[in-house]
């Protein structure tokens, strides 16, 4: 398998033959059908933005890179470092919201 920081491992067409989809992924793909994943992911970007969390999350960047040196500093180090304090620092109120409207969406796709 292949793996990735942003999603789950890639099965490799063997392993993918008699697969039976789980619920995540049923509901994923519906998500993406629909286009209602784009709009959950735009809603999210508007919302963290709106709330300064983005600003917070560069300026932990930047401080991070200063610290370790502009050169000394790859993309996974920030990765590493800022993923569990951001995603830590989503308000509640984000969260709440975007639950919200994926339950809204699950009960309107009969899922």
Known sequence: MRNSIN???TPVAEED???Q???QEI???KLIESGEKERLKELLRERLI???WRDEMKSL???FARK???NNVTVDDLVQVITPKGRASVPDSVKAELLQRIQT??????I
Do not use: V, Y
């Open 7 to 9: 999603r789950p491992p």
């Open 68 to 70: 370790k040196g502009r």
């Open 50 to 52: 709106e709330c300064g």
């Open 105 to 110: 969406f699950l009960a309107s796709a009969s």
């Open 17 to 19: 033959q008699d697969h």
């Open 21 to 23: 989809p789980t619920l």
């Open 61 to 63: 960047c930047r401080a």
């Open 27 to 29: 509901i994923n793909i």
